[in-house]
């Protein structure tokens, strides 16, 4: 069975902020937000419309859920999902929840990301706003 992508319309962008330090905007919207910390930054990925201005910023792009839940054992799911993507020179981020990975797509590329995946043989469905699947 093919695995199946579902791309989310909004835009999403990251946002750096500094070592430690919170969000002070309404980040917690869209398809996939998070805050990620490491000693030497916070990374916040949120929907582009509420990036704060001056923020330091990389985007827009669109996010590409994996239809999940994924098995912690599964081996290769990026692999497999990135390799098309490579091939076609699409440079991307990818994420990971609990339950399924997540990929960041240049929003310019989406499109091309699209047809590389099904070349490659998988399902590719955009979703609608509220999160439901439109095809």
Request: hydrophobic residues 40%.
């Amino acid at each position: 069975m093919p695995r199946h992508l579902m791309e989310h319309p909004e835009d999403v962008s990251v946002v750096r902020l500094g070592p430690g330090e919170e969000p002070t905007f309404d980040w917690q919207r869209g398809p996939l937000a998070s805050v990620t910390r490491t000693p030497d930054e916070t990374s916040v990925v949120t929907t582009s419309d509420v990036v704060p201005a001056g923020a330091r910023t990389e985007g827009p792009f669109r996010a590409v859920e994996v239809a999940g839940p994924l098995d912690f054992s599964a081996v290769g799911v990026f692999v497999e999902i990135l390799s098309p993507l490579a091939d076609a020179g699409i440079s991307v981020l990818g994420l990971s929840t609990f339950d399924t990975d997540w990929v960041l797509v240049p929003s310019e590329r989406s499109g091309d990301a699209a047809q590389a995946w099904r070349r490659a043989g998988f399902v590719v469905t955009p979703t609608t706003l509220t999160g439901g699947s439109t095809a």
